[in-house]
């Protein structure tokens, strides 16, 4: 890093000052916090997108949004050239540039980091970010900020894509590092095309018949409505109506969107008696989280909710039927069996893994957060991830879809319009549908829409796939979150000795009794899950745990 270098790093760093004691974690969200104090946090990511890009000699992409925050809340994600998260080992580094207090020392973290990564600045590569933002008011100045971070580093060049979804950025980061088109525009054409394939695909026997033309979608107030609105101009086959798109005045997340949805249990802003039976679903304020819904016919604001387990449970149903038609083939030498992986966390519901396993499917679980669950799912042919709150996608390895074109060619010269190439060329179209980046709740939609026409199943169908087992949720206050260590993806605690046993004692107390704790990431509480046969059994098990955890650890529980 020449002379050149370091003076434009430290007369850009002078124009975005960091609030006195401003501490920041990069996480699972990327940065978090009021959009008010993230100015000097954007412009220092982008400084860190740029290094990235030229270590990785890719495009690298970031997103400012903030999920399911309140409007006021921004924060910011850097997209990897895979188009998943920011590699965990560059997450010490963000850190430290975010929370740098002078301009001095963040250009020597940046020096120091640069010399220990080896990041080239000779000139033969340019560092290119793709910079996206959500319908947030404070997006535009953020985003200014972001792009000033980018231009610091000499040569690497900031591409404005305008107002998004975080999952089309992602998208969009992975395609070009693919060599494909990575416009809006392309990732519309792609998730659409694919959408036709799968309906032009719907066995006949498929009764069609069953299910609701219409399907009601709460926006959240955010960008994914908006995006919505513009896909559904291009659909055929099937009718949206989308509520709480922004542009009726409402908040965005507030009272609406798929975390309120599933955590609530209620309907959304805007729906009511009148939706009572329809199929609806919601996404949150960045749309990667996807959840459905019906009215109970016996309240107007009561819901029957079919949350990520249940698209789990949809997509692995209809994956092994694809799977069982081309593998009841063994003729020839171009056969392959595909190792199909469901991965889960210990807060999906037991029910939803009692199901999984007894369909025969491989059903592993990890530690609560996406970047292990999409480590592992990568780690299949096929592998199938969601969280309850509605974040999951489909991953399709490069081997296995290599061999499923070569696999669909061979069909499509020897039996054209046989079940065995419409099952790959059903794979295909869903790999291509699927947003194989991150959580994409457009893509899904398209994706259950399709599935669930190809069943010819009603929202009412889907839910009895299996019934939900109660659970509950607590936090207990801690002094130190630190004190409690887990193992077996948090299911089990190693410290405070003892207490694991005695949670034993606590579950055996009960009909299908499940119950586990795991320190938070963030606050100092200790959150405990419990599950049980029975609403009463469910919560007198999470009460028990969480006296347990204020015995050995607590000042007093939430």
């Known amino acids: 890093m020449d002379v050149m270098q370091r003076s434009n790093l430290l007369e850009s760093a002078c124009l975005f000052p960091p609030p006195l004691g401003l501490k920041l974690s990069y996480g699972t969200a990327g940065f978090r916090a009021d959009a008010s104090i993230l100015q000097s946090t954007m412009f220092r990511m982008g400084i860190l997108a740029a290094l990235r890009s030229l270590k990785t000699h890719s495009v690298i992409g970031l997103m400012i949004t903030a999920s399911h925050n309140k409007v006021s809340d921004n924060g910011v994600k850097i997209a990897d050239p895979c188009g998943g998260m920011l590699s965990q080992h560059w997450e010490p580094f963000s850190d430290q540039l975010a929370n740098a207090p002078d301009p001095q020392t963040l250009l020597l973290l940046i020096v120091e980091f640069v010399k220990k990564e080896n990041i080239p600045f000779d000139g033969a590569f340019t560092a290119e970010i793709l910079l996206g933002r959500d319908t947030r008011p404070s997006g535009e100045s953020l985003l200014e900020a972001a792009k000033q971070g980018v231009r610091s580093i000499v040569g690497a060049v900031a591409h404005d894509m305008g107002i998004l979804t975080t999952p089309q950025l992602h998208w969009m980061v992975r395609a070009r590092n693919k060599g494909l088109k990575a416009t809006e525009s392309d990732y519309f054409e792609q998730l659409l095309s694919s959408f036709r394939c799968l309906m032009d695909l719907i066995p006949n026997e498929s009764k069609m018949d069953e299910i609701e033309d219409k399907l009601i ?274 299911t089990v605690v190693m410290s405070p000795p003892g207490l694991q046993e005695a949670i034993n004692s606590e579950i055996a107390k009960c009909i299908k009794g499940r119950s586990f704790v795991r320190p938070s990431g963030t606050e100092d509480v200790v959150r405990v899950y419990a599950e049980a046969s029975t609403e009463e059994e469910a919560d007198s098990l999470a009460n028990s745990v969480a006296e347990l955890v204020d015995r050995f650890l607590g000042v007093g529980s939430t």
């Open 217 to 490: 979608v709460d926006g959240a107030n955010g960008v994914g409505g908006e995006k919505l609105e513009v896909i559904k101009k291009m659909l055929s086959g099937l009718v949206i109506e989308v509520h709480n798109t922004g542009k009726e005045g409402g908040i965005l997340n507030e009272g609406v969107g798929a975390d309120f949805v599933q955590k609530e249990k209620v309907v959304p802003h805007g729906f009511g008696s009148n939706h009572a039976g329809i199929r609806c679903a919601s996404l949150d304020g960045d749309a990667d989280r996807l959840v459905y819904f019906s009215v109970a016919s016996n309240s107007s604001n009561k819901i029957d909710l079919v949350d990520g387990d249940k698209i789990l449970s949809l997509f692995a149903v209809f994956i092994k039927e694809q799977l069982s038609i081309l593998e009841g083939d063994m003729k020839g030498n171009n056969n392959y069996k595909a190792r199909l992986g469901v991965v889960q966390t210990a807060y999906a519901n037991g029910a939803s893994t009692d199901y999984l396993k007894h369909l025969g499917l491989e059903v592993v679980l990890t530690p609560t957060g996406v970047k292990y669950l999409h480590a592992r799912a990568a780690q299949y042919d096929i592998g199938i991830y969601f969280e309850a709150n509605g974040h999951g996608t489909i991953l399709f390895s490069e081997h296995y879809l290599s061999w499923l074109e070569a696999k669909h060619t061979e069909l499509s010269s020897i039996s054209q319009g046989s079940e065995l190439q419409k099952a790959a060329l059903r794979l295909l179209a869903v790999s291509k549908l699927i947003n194989q980046a991150v959580g994409d709740a457009l893509s899904g939609l398209l994706l259950v829409e399709a599935i669930l026409r190809h069943m010819g199943w009603s929202i009412h169908n889907w839910n009895e796939l299996y019934q939900d087992l109660p659970s509950r949720q607590l936090k207990v206050k801690v002094a130190d979150r630190t004190a409690v260590v887990t193992a077996n993806a948090e």
